[in-house]
C-alpha cells in the first residue's frame, strides 16, 4: 500500500485573487501524487469559531488568547485612523505575525505529520520560525508585505525595519521561498534578501471557451479590487471621466464623488469577454513598477489585451499589453482599435494566456523538493538589517 503524502495550505480565502490560487495548488498537489490536501483558512486564527456569533469570541489557549488581543487593538486603531493606526501597526504587526506563526504552528502539528506546507499569506509568513510543521516548507507570497504597507503609508520606519527583519528571517527559514510573480521575486533579490531558496511558482490562468470579439465600438473593463492603495481610484476616476464607454465590476464600492462607472460584482469572469480591452491602474511608486495582477492573466485568457501603466512594464508580458499614461490614454486605446491592431493583439493575449497556465505556473512543486537546514550563510541583508533567526517575545 501506497504511503500517504499529506500537505497543507495556509491561505487567507476572500472574494478576490486571495481565494484563487490556493484551490488551484490543492487542485495540482491532488493531481500529483498527495493523498490528502488540507487548504487552512487562517482568518479567524484567534477566534473560538469561524461562522455565527462565536467568531467574535476568543478561543480560550493562552496563545491565542494573546493574538485575539493583539489583533483587537489592531482593529480598533485600524477603525480609528489616522497616526493612531500607523503608530498601532507599527508597533504590532510584526508582533502580531510572530504569534499567529507560533499559534499556527501548535495547530498544524497537532494535526498529524505533514510532507508539504506552501503558506499563501502575508500575515503567516513566520510560521517558517520555530517548530517544523512539515518535512518541506515553502512561502508562496502575493507580494513582499512590509514594503507594502510602507509605500501605502501604514508604517513608520521603525515600524517598517521590524517587520521587515521578521519577514527576511521568514524567508531565510523556509525551504523554498517564492513569489506569485517573478517581478517581486526580482524586487526582493535586488532590496531585501538574496538568498539560494527561491523558487518559481507564479500565477496561471485556464483556457476559456468564451472568447472576447472585435467591436468598432470597443468597451474597457476593469475587474477587481478597488480597496488597496495600490489600485490608483484617482487615476481610475479619471480614465472613467475620458472613456465613458469604461466599467468598473468588484469591491468595495468606491466612493460617488471619484464619478467611476461602478457596476457591482461580476457575476462571473465571462463578462471580460464583452469587452475589448482590460485594464490595470497601479500606483507608481518603487514596490508596484515591480507588481503584478493577476487581473492580467484573467484578461488574455478571454483573448483581451491589457491596457496598463507605463511605469508597470513586464517584458514577460509584452506582446499582450498597451502601455498608457493619463495624458495618451486615448491615442493608445484608438490605436489598438483598428480591426487588424486588435486582431493582432487578441492572438498575442491568448498566446500569452496559454504560456502562462496554471500548470506551468506551478509546475516547480514537480522537483519533489528535500527539507534543508536555514540557509544563515547564504542571506544578504541590507546594511541597517540585523541578522538572522533572532527569538522574539
Not at 485600524?78 to 499559534?103: D, E, N, P, Q, Y
Not at 503558506?119 to 514594503?147: M, Y
Not at 465571462?270 to 485594464?279: E, K, N, R, S, T
Not at 498566446?351 to 528535500?370: I, T
Request: with cysteine; proline share 5%.
Amino acid at each position: 500500500m501506497a504511503q500517504e503524502k499529506r500537505a497543507v495550505i495556509i491561505c487567507s480565502q476572500d472574494a478576490f485573487a486571495n481565494g484563487v490560487k490556493p484551490k488551484e495548488l490543492e487542485a495540482y498537489l491532488s493531481r500529483n501524487g498527495y493523498t490528502s490536501v488540507i487548504r487552512f483558512d487562517s482568518n479567524k486564527l484567534s477566534r473560538l469559531a469561524k461562522t455565527g456569533i462565536r467568531r467574535m469570541l476568543p478561543a480560550p489557549q493562552l496563545l491565542k488568547l494573546q493574538l485575539y488581543v493583539h489583533e483587537a487593538v489592531l482593529a480598533i486603531a485600524v477603525h480609528i485612523g489616522g497616526a493612531t493606526c500607523k503608530a498601532a501597526t507599527s508597533h504590532l504587526l510584526w508582533r502580531v505575525m510572530v504569534l499567529r506563526g507560533k499559534v499556527l504552528q501548535k495547530t498544524l502539528r497537532s494535526k498529524g505529520h505533514f510532507d508539504l506546507l506552501i503558506c499563501e499569506s502575508n500575515l503567516d509568513e513566520a510560521v517558517t520560525l520555530g517548530d517544523r510543521v512539515a518535512d518541506v516548507q515553502i512561502l508562496d507570497l502575493p507580494s513582499p508585505f512590509a514594503e507594502e504597507l510602507r509605500f501605502g503609508g501604514e508604517l513608520s520606519d521603525a515600524g517598517y525595519t521590524k517587520l521587515r527583519d521578521v519577514e527576511v528571517e521568514s524567508y531565510a527559514a523556509a525551504d523554498y521561498l517564492s513569489f506569485h510573480w517573478h517581478t517581486y521575486a526580482d524586487y526582493v533579490r535586488q532590496t531585501k534578501y538574496n538568498g539560494t531558496n527561491f523558487l518559481p511558482i507564479t500565477y496561471g490562468t485556464h483556457k476559456k471557451t468564451k472568447l472576447a470579439r472585435y467591436n468598432k465600438h470597443p468597451r474597457i473593463i476593469f475587474l477587481g479590487y478597488l480597496g488597496g492603495y495600490w489600485v490608483n481610484l484617482p487615476l481610475l476616476s479619471q480614465l472613467c471621466k475620458l472613456y465613458p464607454m469604461l466599467d468598473v465590476y468588484g469591491g468595495p464600492e468606491p466612493d460617488a464623488s471619484l464619478s467611476i462607472n461602478y457596476k457591482g460584482y461580476a457575476p462571473s469572469t465571462d463578462v471580460i469577454a464583452d469587452y475589448q480591452f482590460g485594464l490595470i491602474t497601479i500606483s507608481n511608486d518603487e514596490l508596484r513598477q515591480h507588481s503584478f495582477s493577476s487581473k492580467h492573466l484573467e484578461y488574455i485568457s478571454y483573448g483581451v489585451p491589457v491596457l496598463t501603466p507605463a511605469w508597470r512594464k513586464d517584458a514577460a508580458l509584452d506582446d499582450s499589453s498597451i502601455y498608457y499614461t493619463a495624458d495618451d490614454f486615448l491615442e493608445r486605446v484608438a490605436r489598438a482599435s483598428t480591426e487588424q491592431a486588435w486582431e493582432s493583439l487578441h492572438a498575442a493575449a491568448l498566446k500569452d494566456a496559454a504560456r502562462f497556465s496554471w500548470d506551468n505556473a506551478l509546475k516547480a512543486l514537480d522537483v519533489s523538493p528535500k527539507p534543508s537546514e536555514v540557509r544563515q550563510a547564504d542571506v544578504e541583508l541590507e546594511p541597517h538589517g540585523q541578522g538572522v533567526m533572532r527569538t522574539y517575545p
